[in-house]
């Protein structure tokens, strides 16, 4: 009754322009029913009648009373449209919008008054729609795309954690582009090899034996930091390690035999065919070869370290070789700085037990030699020829048809150097200082480092592989 009573209040300023408020004298005031619309009051609170709103007023309105009777069911129709849209989900609202649209198209008639406001809500309930529309669109497209990414992620980690050595069963060319060894080969190193481990069905690995090899064979060959091993691997980074430690212990002890200066029968029996007329007797080929290597903090092992021709930080190790390419004879690694020479002479190279009297032993011109094994061993030290030596400016045709021949066989050494850095391109290095010497072999005092022990395992491997000769048979 009280907001009734401010209504017909505001009514009654609107329409007479006064500001004068109307207030019942007794209980038996009543408003007549020609201030009403239809002429009388209605009880609907949205309804035009629910208070007076005709009074005699100078001013003239803009609507006709009337409008007001038309409008009020389409505006009822729209409060009610608003509130279900508000409760109702988009896919329910769309229906409902679409039959409350078609409904008002149905119901009125463009003559009505209200044709106008309903069809302009019919627009906004159209866009609504559209909108809706969009957005469910849009949830799906993202829906998707989270279950595609989704997807992808599950693939890439089952790729990431595949590699196995199962993959690698009876494929070859795979495995020797993980591991430079043929899957025959690798399984029988494997075979070898684990029979040394001892209780290795008790303990318990987070990785398999024959996994364990595999990713050790993948660091020789690729040089890949252990990180990413581990993660291809599923196992942590220290574990890694840990793994490849022991396995390049593990192989310098079991394979390092590989690398064997051989019997003398054996030589002459297996040199190629090629070398019985220029150098018969011919038992090794020798040649050193670089490292590269992180430059150390102390400043007296990097002067050690630093090299005459690579101007970096080096590790210099000898290298011998038959005529048929397979490395017989390893020196200990030895700092850049050192020269060829000194490094035949202090590795005990010169000695009696690898030299015969009459065997012939070729080199590089850096190799000033002769003398020396000529007075300890008795045999033929054969190197190029080098102009300005003993005062000559000239070489004679005969030294310049020897130093070609010498030249032309020497070659195989350099040719055993490169299969070898192909093969396992951690001999290409930057190798690390803990594969250089590690803390746990100076704690323990061992006299071999531990990059003397990575040189062997890849010589020996690169032995177990095909030779660089060419074989008439096969």
């Not at 997807?151 to 582009?177: M, P």
């Not at 055993?416 to 594969?435: A, E, S, Y």
């Amino acid at each position: 009754m009280v907001e009734s009573h401010k209504q017909m209040c505001c009514e009654r300023r609107r329409n007479s322009g006064t500001w004068k408020v109307v207030e019942p004298t007794s209980n038996y005031t009543w408003v007549c029913g020609f201030h009403f619309i239809t002429g009388e009051k209605s009880n609907d609170e949205t309804h035009p009648d629910y208070v007076p709103s005709i009074f005699p007023t100078s001013s003239s309105t803009s609507a006709h009373p009337e409008s007001k009777i038309s409008r009020h069911p389409g505006k009822n129709e729209r409060a009610t449209r608003k509130a279900t849209m508000k409760k109702t989900s988009p896919r329910k609202r769309q229906k409902s919008d679409l039959s409350i649209i078609n409904q008002e198209v149905d119901g009125h008639h463009k003559e009505d008054p209200t044709f106008e406001d309903d069809r302009e809500a019919g627009i906004l309930d159209n866009e609504r729609e559209q909108f809706c529309i969009e957005i469910e669109h849009l949830r799906r497209e993202r829906d998707e795309a989270l279950a595609t990414v989704e997807t992808l992620e599950k693939l890439i980690q089952d790729h990431v954690q595949s590699l196995s050595s199962a993959e690698l069963e009876g494929n070859d060319q795979k495995c020797v582009q993980l591991t430079g060894l043929k899957w025959n080969v690798f399984q029988q190193l494997f075979t070898f090899v684990s029979s040394f481990i001892v209780s290795k069905a008790s303990t318990n690995y987070s990785l398999p034996l024959r996994e364990q090899l595999l990713l050790t064979l993948v660091k020789l060959r690729h040089n890949v930091c252990f990180e990413f091993l581990a993660v291809i691997m599923g196992i942590p980074e220290t574990t890694c390690t840990d793994y490849f430690w022991k396995w390049i212990e593990l192989l310098h002890g079991k394979v390092g035999f590989m690398v064997k200066w051989p019997d003398r029968e054996n030589i002459y029996q297996m040199i190629p065919h090629a070398f019985h007329e220029t150098f018969p007797r011919l038992t090794c080929i020798v040649d050193c070869f670089e490292i590269f290597i992180d430059a150390p903090k102390n400043l007296v092992a990097r002067a050690l370290c630093c090299s005459h021709d690579k101007e970096l930080c080096t590790v210099k190790v000898l290298v011998g070789c038959n005529p048929l390419g397979t490395v017989t004879y390893l020196s200990r690694a030895w700092g850049g700085r050192a020269s060829d020479v000194q490094i035949v002479r202090d590795s005990g190279f010169i000695d009696s037990k690898y030299h015969h009297p009459g065997d012939q032993i070729l080199a590089d011109r850096s190799f000033a030699l002769s003398e020396e094994f000529a007075n300890k061993c008795s045999c033929e030290f054969l190197t190029p020829a080098l102009k300005g030596q003993r005062g000559r400016k000239q070489l004679s045709a005969w030294e310049v048809e020897n130093s070609r021949k010498i030249s032309s066989v020497r070659i195989h050494t350099e040719r055993v150097i490169g299969l070898m850095k192909n093969r396992f391109t951690i001999l290409k290095g930057p190798m690390p200082l803990r594969c250089v010497q590690r803390l746990r072999d100076e704690s323990f005092g061992n006299t071999l480092a531990s990059c003397d022990k990575i040189i062997t395992v890849c010589a020996a491997l690169t032995n177990m592989g095909e030779s660089i000769v060419y074989s008439e048979r096969a």
